[in-house]
């Protein structure tokens, strides 16, 4: 058994019964809701949730709304949304309200699920080492990165994309590179994925474009220099 706990929200009741049972035969353990509602809320202070699956079209409130408020509420836990919203700037607002990953409907169970281990797994390790370098700092105790000695905020796919660039420094490395070590996966259909992701690193990193880190090199990927 993997002892970690999904929260998932989802309009759909077959939809989520069957996230719920092929999640459970994965081993995890399920929390299933229908809407967002005050015991939603009580569930995320009383249990430890490991990852939240969270539908957009939801009754009364869109799913990146009710995310935004518990971020702000300081809860960490990372997200994926999994939605019929599929269209490029649906992405690209998806990441810019704090997903970790993002998954359009009608899905793949499989891929859904290596999806999911990919986010807790990333999510769950442990670095031990501080790294150093130009006016970036990594601290493993916190995961945080620093620049300027100021502290960053990233969501955690953002930390694993960003620590991936750091260590392969001067290192082109291609879209498929990057799905490969930071989603864990490989599926095609994710790579305007990680565009809108490194998009999002560079704004938070480097809002002015006055440092450079992350260089986008046409048709080949992106290097961190």
């Known amino acids: 058994m993997t002892n970690k706990t999904i929260l998932l929200v989802e309009d759909e009741e077959d939809i989520l019964e069957l996230l719920e049972y092929t999640l459970q035969k994965q081993g995890y353990e399920t929390i299933g809701f229908l809407n967002v509602d005050k015991n939603l809320e009580k569930v995320l202070e009383e249990e430890e949730i490991s990852l939240i699956l969270m539908d957009r079209n939801l009754p009364g409130i869109e799913g990146t709304e009710f995310v935004k408020k518990i971020k702000s509420l300081g809860h960490t836990c990372p997200i ?132 450079g880190y992350i260089k986008s090199v046409r048709g080949e990927g992106y290097i961190f220099c």
Do not use: C, M, Q
Not at 91 to 110: E, R, V
Not at 204 to 210: A, C, L, V
């Open 80 to 211: 994926i949304y999994v939605t019929a919203k599929d269209k490029d700037e649906d992405i690209l607002d998806g990441f810019d309200s704090h997903a970790d990953d993002y998954i359009t409907k009608p899905f793949n169970l499989k891929e859904l699920v290596a999806r999911v281990k990919a986010v807790i797994k990333r999510t769950s390790n442990e670095i031990d080492d501080v790294i150093k370098i130009k006016d970036i700092t990594y601290k493993a105790t916190n995961k945080k990165f620093y620049i300027d000695d100021k502290p960053i905020e990233l969501t955690h796919l953002e930390h694993d994309l960003f620590l991936e660039f750091i260590k392969n420094k001067d290192i082109l490395l291609s879209r498929e590179t990057l799905l490969d070590r930071v989603w864990e996966d490989s599926y095609d259909t994710k790579l305007k994925t990680v565009n809108v992701a490194v998009k999002r690193l560079k704004e938070k990193i480097d809002p002015d474009s006055s440092k």
